[in-house]
């Protein structure tokens, strides 16, 4: 990591602050405009860059909006993929959310206006599906491996996509308040009920829905 003090540092500051800005002109520009009158160009400009450097953060305008989400998945995924393999695929849920509910990885005000951004409008909800499915692909990967099977063991697609879908379903649901103050404690409810009721269905529930 780069001291603020140094050149690097400040290198590190500057770019940080150039995302920042990025970003909420494009959420300024697409409230104010609409996603598709939105020029990149305008949104470069409000921030006194071009758009070449715009293009160096973000490879669409859709994605500058959903940055505060892409991150915050991110680094979910990372985390995830991070722990040693001699933990199986629950005990490494079992630590990321425990690292969650500690405040590793905190729902804040950057995260908020991505979400607003993606009920808003149409063509960012577009973008955040790709976005989804890329990290849903990591998640199923990692499962793969921790459980020794491929891509396409059943188990680790499943267990992925409940996970990544799921999370970001029960983030839409906090959003909307009167769920809680700790979006974890819902997230740890929510998937503990789902678990369950999965395992109350069973073989013979099955059977007789069918």
């Not at 979400?115 to 499962?143: H, M």
């Amino acid at each position: 990591m780069a001291l603020a003090g140094t050149s690097e540092g400040r290198r590190e500051v500057k770019k940080s602050e150039t995302r920042h800005a990025l970003r909420e002109a494009a959420l300024a520009r697409f409230l104010a405009h609409g996603v598709a009158d939105a020029r990149v160009a305008d949104i470069a400009a409000d921030c006194g860059v071009s758009e070449r450097t715009f293009f160096r953060y973000f490879p669409t305008k859709e994605h500058a909006a959903l940055d505060g989400l892409e991150t915050w998945l991110q680094q979910l995924i990372s985390a995830f993929e991070e722990l040693p393999d001699s933990y199986g695929p629950i005990a490494a849920l079992d630590a990321v959310f425990a690292q969650a509910r500690a405040g590793r990885f905190p729902f804040g005000a950057d995260q908020v206006r991505s979400a607003i951004a993606y009920e808003s409008f149409p063509e960012v909800q577009a973008t955040f599906a790709g976005i989804v499915e890329a990290q849903r692909l990591r998640t199923v990967a990692d499962i793969a491996r921790r459980s020794g099977t491929d891509l396409y063991d059943p188990y680790a697609r499943v267990l992925g996509s409940v996970l990544t879908s799921g999370l970001f379903a029960v983030m839409e649901s906090w959003l909307h308040g009167g769920r809680g103050d700790d979006p974890w404690d819902l997230v740890a409810e929510t998937l503990g009920r789902v678990a369950r009721d999965v395992v109350d269905l069973g073989p013979a529930e099955a059977d007789r829905s069918t």
